[in-house]
């Protein structure tokens, strides 16, 4: 279904909510869900500006993504997955 381009920028605000024209999507919650989880992957990033991405073409579907360190076995070199 995809996201129109206008809708980008409330994505991440707190409280902020995209109105579908398309009655069958759930559109119930109260817009913190991806506020919420941006502000985690910023965290666990040492609050870098890696942050969740979004890939979205209205009319055919949206993705969404992120970064997050990962280290094994206690190195000090780490590598994002």
């Not at 069958?24 to 609050?47: A, C, E, K, P, R």
């Not at 979004?54 to 360190?69: A, C, D, Q």
Request: aromatic fraction near 10%; hydrophobic fraction near 35%; glycine fraction near 14%.
């Amino acid at each position: 279904m995809g996201i129109k381009p206008e809708n980008m920028g409330v994505l991440f605000k707190a409280f902020g909510k995209v109105k579908q024209e398309d009655s069958s999507v759930n559109s119930q919650g109260i817009g913190l869900g991806l506020s919420i989880s941006n502000d985690l992957v910023s965290f666990m990033n040492n609050n870098s500006n890696e942050t969740i991405f979004v890939e979205s073409e209205y009319g055919k579907g949206t993705t969404f993504g992120f970064r997050i360190p990962y280290c094994e076995g206690g190195s000090i070199l780490c590598s994002s997955i």
